[in-house]
Each structure stands twice: as structure tokens, then as C-alpha cells.
């Protein structure tokens, strides 16, 4: 087996487009569930929703792209609205039933057929990421990087902006939380009563909550798609959220840097694992019939889903978090 | 959905089937007159409940394709027409609509017009499917299609409900909401298809074993993963992220060893729909909604009447309580993850029956159970049944205004609709849940 390049993909996986668009996701993620206690299962339809924002504008109605850009982040305040309203009153539970639902009514909506005049079906919007590009500094067809880690000049644009928005969510996700505003939030995850007992209104805040770590999300699902160059529905399938929550809670719950940490570590091991499992088919030791077609992709899943389960079972609080930080009173 | 479209099809194919066979009568008939060389021919009728009744005195025009006169005919007393042709070619056949008897007419979209090529020596058949035409009587066949989408959806809402015990059952008892729940709806349907199609079984007694290992696979997850996770004291919310973990784990598992195309089981794949009334069902149909129903009712009578259900209610009521007075709380709990499993994996068999087992199967319809629990109020049990219900025949109606493929996304959306005006449910108490 070549160490030498399983290592290195690995290291290009936890810093590439795929582990930026995590971080970015789980920093909202992290608002909902770490510092609200908002069990949010449908992050994956924030993202979508403003990635379809974003590419139907400016194909459907030619907006300037900075134009889109708002009108994508707007769609996801809508969506924090919408799912907020009916469900922030009542248990926990609810919140989370409704998200889920609601991340895959997006996806069906936006890729059936009776709307592919508008978003474009089951293959997606194409051709309208052209306008986020004009400011890219790198040439496409060079590659960059230092040494051995090198990317071609868009994926190198992509990895900067997107590594320079998940490291500002996270500057302003942390001011935030030290201000009195995060404080109210992190004491109705502790207790929702005792919050209310001292006049806060827990309902509205909530509200607030849900709004910042979806437009968050939001933002995740823009640079995906601007990376992508494409809006592909299937890409916001629902077990996309459960990968970032997986991430955040490797990261660990609660903790300024845990998502961007654990978005990093989270796409390191998936590659290992992914190449150590190939290396063990290419050197005989794992007959190729183990991985042969589509099986190999749904060993990724299967581990995701298992290291899941064992996280929150082993060690909830994550790799760097505090168990105190983590929510898992039910209420 | 899938099973009018089915029956369609079905129907389709056996109209096609008899004007195949009527060509070949047609052309034994015409035999004794000198046929032509080359020419079109066909037979109308219309299907009605005794039989097929031959339409007379119907014009049917031939021209050239560029429109030139070639002849014409009027379907005889048997309903059969011949026009000869002058050679290979191509022609158009229309049937002339006003000369069609009152009350009958092509389906909507079919403008009466083929085009075909006629090859050297060839008589070919022309098919018109005649009924009861989108003019003639819209409103009756539109209100049959709606009685028949009811009955579907009745049938589709006492499947949902019936795996929406389990889940129910589990969240009283123990207040975790189950998301591995859809993966043993999944499990169940798998299983019977290994022992149905890969070892050959029977399908009854594969379905009935798929049960049994449903049923005792929900027991171990209990007593491996969620006894011990109580017993440490792990939150709710901690052991609802662990289930849905352990459902990607499942479903992947299964979509590695199932692969990802839908089956069929060996037997009763396809069965051809039994007129009742006005509609069609299968038996598979038939059989489905009567095992639902007797299921639902064992179940309402297990926990009105015997021992263990009342503790069922005792330890969903007030679990310190019943464990106080000496119910056994974690053998209960056990109990209730069996069966809502194994009725979990009996519906998936069901399931798999009427549509086709795939491995996405339960994912999708564990939305749909949420839904129609939610809307009859969560651990309340008959509103899960009343829910349930309303979401399936919700779903199957719906299709009469939006897409087939959206169809989901009402019930999904009712399901948040509902939460806003009524949270606690149709028959939920108004208690404070929040």
C-alpha cells in the first residue's frame, strides 16, 4: 500500500471544498444544537435552499451575482420562519421530525418534473456560477498549492474564500456567544424554564437562533454550489445532515472552533478510510467483490453511520469538547 | 399509485391483446372475400362489465399521407372495418368522432388520427381504444378514479398505521422518538425477499419468519443498545441521535447486500385487480387492508385487555409509578420493542407486496408514519390510527390535482400545517407539550 499517498489524499480531504462546506454547515449547526439545544435534522435543507436561491435568480431572472447571494441567504431566513413558527413552542422532538421532513420536501420539490422549467429537475441548475468568479485570482488551468499539496486554480479559490467565510462565521458565531444575547441562548438550552422565569422571551430567541445557524447553513450550500458550478438536488439528500452532525459532534458540541475542527478531522478519516479500504482491495488482502459498484460508497455511509452511534454512546462530548457544554436533557 | 398505474397498464395491454386477436379473426373472416393485398383493418368495441360490445356504423377515413382520398368503411354489426390500400406506403386513419354513439369517445388526449406504414403485403391492425371517452362522461370515471385513490389510500393508511405502532408504543414507554424505526420496516421486507427469491421459500412462510427475526431484532436492540444506554442514564436526545446513526448504519448495510434496484417477491407480483363496485382491486390489496385491520385490532385489544398491555399503558401513563407497583418496567419495554418491530417488518412485507421492496423504502415511509403520528397526537394510540389514515388516503388523493412524484410532499407538508393550527393532534389532549 502507498502510505505515502493515502496520507496525502487524506490531508487534501480535510482541507478541501467537500470539508469547508461542512465547517461552514456545522457552525450553524452548532448554534442551533450546541448553544440553543435546537435538534435541527434538516441543515442539509438550509443549504439547499440557498444554493437553489442563488442559482435560480440568476439564471431564471439574471441577477447580479451579489444580488442572488442575498436572495439566497433570504430564502434560508424564510425557511428558519416557516419551520420555526409551528414547531420552536413544542418539545424538542418536533423540531426535529419537522426539519427532516422539510429538507426532503425541498429536495423533491426542486427536482420534479412539473418544475424543471424553473429548477431545472432531477439534473440540476447548470451555468450560473460563472459571475463568483471574476474575482478569482488563480489561473484554472495552473495548479497551487505548496508542496505536494496542490489544487487547480478554482478549487484553490473556492478552498480560500470558503476557509476565509468559515473562519469569520466562526469569529462572529464566538463574539456573539460572549455578548448577553449568547448567554440567554446557552441558559434556555440549560433551562428553557428558568430562562423564561427571568422574563427572556425563549420562544423568540429561539427564533434567532434557528435564523443565524440556517442562514449559516445557507451559506455553506452556496459555496458548495459555486464550487460545484452546479446545483445538483440530489446533493442535498438528507443524510448530508447526519454527516455534519457527525463532524460537529466529533469536533464536540458547543466549542467556538469544534465545527471547523471537526469538519477537518471528520473528512481526513473518511478519506483514510476510503483508501485504506482500496489499498486492502488493490493488494489482495479484501477480495475486490467487497467494494465492487456502488458498494464501496455505501461502506462510507455505514462507517459514518456507526461512528455516529458510537460517538454519542462513548464519548458525546466530542474529541475537544466538555461534557458539561453538551446538552442532552430532554425536555 | 404504482398500482393504478399497474392496472392501467394491465388494461392497456389486454385491449392491445384483443385487437390482436380480433385482427387475426378479422383477417380468417375476410379471408373468404378475397382479401386485399394490402390494407388497414381494426375492430371497435368497448369494454363494458359483461364483456365486449361492438360499436356499429362508425366511418373510419383513409388517405395518403399528404392528405389524398384512399377509401373509407363503416364498422359492421361485429364492429369490423377494412379499408384497402393501393400498396406499401404511407397512410392516415381517422375515425370519424361524430359518427361514435352517444356515450362513447377516446380516451382524453387521443385525437382519433394514426399514421402508419403499411409494408408490401401487409394488412395491418388499427388500434382505437374506445370507452367511455373523456367527453362523453368526465365526471363518472372522474369520481370512480377518486373512489379507487380513497380505497388505496385507506389501504396505504392502515399500513402506515400499522408501523406506526411500534414507533408509538416506543416513544410512550420510554419517550425516544425512534429514527432506526423506517430501517426495520426496511429490514423485514429484506429479509422475506432473501428467504422468498434467494432461498426459494414460499412467500408465506418466508413473510412470516421475516416477521419473527423483525420482531426478535427489535428485541436485541433493546436489550443490547438502549437497556444499557438507560441504565447509564444517557438523555433522550443523545440516545434519538444513536438511533439515527444506527439507521444509516442499517440502511447502507442493506443497500450493500440488497443493491439498489427494487424487486419484486416471487409470488403474487402480479395479480390482476377484482372489480368491486366500481373499483379494482388486487387480492394483495384485499388481503393487505384486512391483515392491517386485524393487527390494529389485537393490538387495541392486547392493550385494553391483558396483563401486559395495561402495563404497556401503566409504564407509558407514569413510569415511576408502574415500576412502583411492581410492574416489571424494562421487561415491558422490551415487549414493546418486539412487537412494534416485528409489525414493523410485517408491514414492510405488506409494503413490498403491493409496490416493490427496495431499500429506501422504509427512510421514505417513516416520514410518512411521523406524519400521520403527529397528526393524530404523538403517543396518543388510536389518533395514530386516525392520522395514519388521513395521510395515506391524504397521499393517494392528492394525486388527483398534483403530480404523482410530489405526492409525498402534501402529506409532508400537512404534517407541518398541522403542527401550526393543532399541535397536539386530532385527538391529542390540549396539554402543554412545549
Sequence with gaps: MDWEAIIRNAVIAGLSREAVVFAIAAVGLNVHFGYTGLLNFGQVGFMAISAYGVGISITQYNAPPWLAFIIGLLAAVLLALLLGVPTLRLRADYLAIVTIAASEIIRLVFRSVALRNWSGGSNGINGFADGFYVWNPFEPTEQY???????????????????????????????????????????IREDEDAARALGKNAYWYKMQSLILGGVIGGLAGIVLSVGQSTVQPDSYSPPVTFFIWTALILGGVGRVWSPIVGAIIFWTLLSLSDNILDGLVDTGIIPAAVTAGTRGGSVRFMIVGLGLALLMIFRPQGIFGDRNEMMLEDR | MATIFAGMWRAVAAAVAVVLLVGLFAGVAGAQEEPPETGVQGRLQQRTEDGNAPIVGVRIVVTTADGAAVGEAVSDTEGVWLVAVPGPGEYVVTIDQATLPEGVGLPEGDDGVRTLTINPRQVRGVLFPLGEGAGASERGSQVRLALQLFVEGVKLGLLIAMM?????????TTGLVNFAHGEMVTFGAVVAFWFNVSLGWHFIPAALIAIAIAAAVGGLLDLGVFRPLRRRGVGLIAQLVITIGLSLLARYVILYVFRGDPRSYAQYAIQNGIPIGPILLPAKDLWSIGISVLMLLAVGLTLQKTKVGKAMRAVSDNRDLAESSGIDVQRVILVVWAVGSGLAGLGGVLWGLGESV???????????????????????????????????????MSTLVIPTELKNVGALAMLVIILVVRPQGILGRAERIG
Design chain 2, 358 to 396: 427496495s431499500w429506501l423504502m422504509g427512510f421514505r415511509l417513516l416520514l410518512l408514519i411521523f406524519a400521520g403520528v403527529i397528526l393524530g397526537g404523538l403517543g396518543t394510540a388510536y389518533g395514530a390510527l386516525v392520522g395514519s389514515i388521513v395521510v395515506g388516503v391524504f397521499i393517494q
Design chain 2, 164 to 172: 406506526a405502532i411500534g414507533l408509538s408504543l416506543i416513544f410512550g
Design chain 1, 145 to 187: 498549492g505548496f508542496g505536494w499539496f496542490k489544487v487547480f486554480g478554482n478549487q484553490a479559490y473556492i478552498i480560500l474564500v470558503g476557509w476565509t467565510l468559515a473562519i469569520l462565521v466562526t469569529v462572529l458565531v464566538w463574539l456573539l456567544m460572549r455578548s448577553p444575547w449568547g448567554r440567554v441562548l446557552k441558559s
